[in-house]
């Protein structure tokens, strides 16, 4: 399958569907960074890791102060790369080694943002992940046609929401749908 700008999912949710659960994707919302014809790499942001901002400040050496603003979870991105650290953010500003998903929301990989974060510096919402999900060429789309997942566009306010156990269940609202009602095998009419 051919992945134009039309039919990509870039800058959309997946929301896991009840097949996935007991999986590392149950009840997992994952925001889309790219998808095309080479495949699809995207970043859990509902599920938080037993470690916050503060802590790995002082493990990267970071200077910082003991501010509750740093008692933000590091978020699972998923199970590819977990070390790998991945910044979701809507600055303005320019980063090194980003990625421009929209015109207002980047990701990026570089430590120099890390530094404006704990300096204050920082102008804008972020969400701070380790690992992401990826996919190989149509991988994804099989899934699709399986149900393990369902898509909807992405907004600013779901991403950077603070409540990161409801974003789940309001995502799966915004569908209009019984969850109940999804039939787990698929066919042809």
Known sequence: MSTTSENSLKNHFLISTPQLKGSTFGQSIIYICEHSSGGTMGL???????????????QLDIPCDTSSEFD???????????QQGFILHNSKQIWENSLNITDSIQVTTSKDILYSIASRQF?????VVLGYSGWSP???EDELKENSWMTLPATEEIIF??????????CVKQLGFDFSQLSATTGNA
């Open 44 to 58: 859990k942001i509902n599920h938080a890791l037993n470690s916050n901002l503060g802590e790995m400040f002082q």
């Open 72 to 82: 933000a979870p590091i978020l699972d991105g998923g199970p590819v790369n977990v």
């Open 138 to 140: 149509n991988q994804l």
């Open 123 to 127: 102008k804008g919402d972020y969400l």
């Open 161 to 170: 929401s603070p409540n990161k156990q409801q974003i789940w269940p309001h």
